[in-house]
Every structure is written in structure tokens, then in C-alpha cells.
């Protein structure tokens, strides 16, 4: 039995998880960062750990305790073990989510490349974790 890809639904978690992250940090670096030369807003050093733990709680708590992030959730996926399809380990969530940036490369394309020659249809932090997103029951 061929295994089902879920692109589009998987499209679609990223883009809400994404607008997520990237809405939560914009309102962070307005409300705390400073104004640069350019006239836009940064934030440098210390400051920026609130983002990246924000990026930490979203997306491997979350998903270590719900087996899906919010994204996933809506789309009714979720993580499992690749070999046991229990739910996955804080260390799987975050191998997983670690190369987003290398999947989502030119709108996701690495990613559907990855997923449709997978016979597990996983993506590049998917094979990375000895992972695979199913269908939520």
C-alpha cells in the first residue's frame, strides 16, 4: 500500500504554523528591538533569546506533548516514530523542525521533492528524525 503525501495539507501547517513564528517575532522586535540607522527594527545579543526559545516552546514542546503543532492540528496530521508510530521525542521534534529552512527553500520545493521520492513521505527533518506525519485520527 503506497503511502499518502498530505502536500497540500502539509503546505498548509507550515504556512499557519509560519505566520505564527514570524507574526509573534515582528511584534517582539517592534515592541523590544531597537530603531537602526535604516530605520527598521532589530534586536541584538541577549534579546534575541526570546525568539528563539519562543521558536523552541512552538514548535518541539508542543509538538513532543500534542504530537502536532497547531498547523498540524487544523489539518488533523501529526508526528510519529517512524518505526514504532508512537509519539515522537523532544530530540525528534527538534532534528525535525531544525532544517525547516532547508525544506522550505523556494516555497516548500526541497520539501515535495524530498516527500514525493520518500517511501515514507518524509521530508528532510522527517529523515533526518526517524520521523513521518499521518493522518490524525
Known amino acids: 500500500m503506497k503511502n499518502e503525501k498530505y ?17 509573534l517575532t515582528y ?3 517592534y515592541n523590544f528591538g531597537s530603531l537602526n540607522d535604516e530605520g527598521a527594527y532589530t534586536v541584538n ?10 521558536w523552541f516552546v512552538y ?10 503543532t497547531l498547523g498540524n492540528f487544523i489539518v488533523r496530521l501529526k ?10 521525542t523532544l530530540k525528534q521534534s527538534f532534528l525535525r523542525h531544525i532544517v525547516d529552512f532547508l525544506d522550505m527553500f523556494f516555497f516548500g520545493l526541497v520539501a515535495i521533492i524530498i516527500i514525493k521520492n520518500s517511501d515514507e513521505s518524509q521530508r528532510l527533518g522527517d ?11
Open 45 to 54: 545579543g541577549i534579546k534575541t533569546l526570546p525568539i528563539l526559545f519562543f
Open 7 to 23: 502536500i497540500f495539507r502539509r503546505f498548509v501547517a507550515g504556512f499557519i504554523d509560519y505566520s505564527i513564528i514570524f507574526s
Open 79 to 88: 508526528s510519529v516514530d517512524l518505526q514504532t508510530e508512537n509519539k515522537i
Open 127 to 137: 529523515l533526518l528524525a526517524k520521523t513521518k506525519v499521518v493522518k490524525d485520527q
Open 27 to 29: 511584534y517582539y522586535i
Open 59 to 68: 514548535f518541539c514542546i508542543i509538538e513532543t506533548y500534542f504530537s502536532s
